[in-house]
T-cell receptor, first 110, second 113 residues
Framework: AQRVTQPEKLLSVFKGAPVELKCNYSYSGSPELFWYVQYSRQRLQLLLRHISRESIKGFTADLNKGETSFHLKKPFAQEEDSAMYYCALLTQGGSEKLVFGKGTKLTVNP | EAQVTQNPRYLITVTGKKLTVTCSQNMNHEYMSWYRQDPGLGLRQIYYSMNVEVTDKGDVPEGYKVSRKEKRNFPLILESPSPNQTSLYFC????????????FGPGTRLTVL
């Protein structure tokens, strides 16, 4: 069965510190993973996808198939990074759908 | 402007009183989906639709119904709401070929007393 696990409900760091939001997945097929972000009073939106290996707002995430992980990292956190972050897995084979983790609330303190 | 709209944005109702939350998108997307967001449980999919007249259950469909008579609309129906359906509901849509990139609505906060 497909599953996305975000072990940290809450994560608090100081401005300028590195931040890593953990995501592990369980999926029998070829995984496609994504990070979504929800800033306060805003809609959930796609932050980045593993397949493009992009860096968005200073965030990167590398898919590690050996460890079944897709951790989100940023070397120097900013206050505006405070938000709810969801890791998501795209399931395929018939009906595609996104399976979300439970989310991690990141707070960046001044 | 490309967007997903939901109505109402806030609703307080009583147990057993049927209600409908509307969702509309103007991007000609084939795929639409409903999620509920609860503290500590994250986003859970209720129902989704790959195209007109095609709907499927998500992970938590009990107590909900949907319909997809037109491409742009995907209403969520609670025939007999109960307090455990108090939640924040999100509608989302995407191209059928890019389900990973879903556009979300602003959310509907529902309270069932």
């Amino acid at each position: 069965a497909q599953r996305v696990t975000q072990p940290e409900k809450l994560l608090s760091v100081f401005k300028g510190a590195p931040v890593e939001l953990k995501c592990n997945y369980s999926y029998s097929g070829s995984p496609e993973l994504f990070w979504y972000v929800q800033y306060s009073r805003q809609r959930l939106q796609l932050l980045l996808r593993h397949i493009s290996r992009e860096s968005i707002k200073g965030f990167t995430a590398d898919l590690n198939k050996g460890e079944t992980s897709f951790h989100l990292k940023k070397p120097f956190a900013q206050e505006e990074d405070s938000a709810m972050y969801y890791c998501a897995l795209l399931t395929q084979g018939g009906s595609e759908k996104l399976v979300f983790g439970k989310g991690t609330k990141l707070t960046v303190n001044p | 402007e490309a967007q997903v709209t939901q109505n109402p944005r806030y609703l307080i109702t009583v147990t057993g009183k049927k209600l409908t939350v509307t969702c509309s998108q103007n991007m000609n997307h084939e795929y639409m989906s409903w999620y509920r967001q609860d503290p500590g449980l994250g986003l859970r999919q209720i129902y989704y639709s790959m195209n007109v007249e095609v709907t499927d259950k998500g992970d938590v469909p009990e107590g909900y119904k949907v319909s997809r008579k037109e491409k742009r609309n995907f209403p969520l129906i609670l025939e007999s709401p109960s307090p455990n359906q108090t939640s924040l509901y999100f509608c989302a849509s995407s191209s059928r070929l890019a389900v990973n990139e879903q556009f979300f609505g602003p959310g509907t906060r529902l309270t069932v007393l």
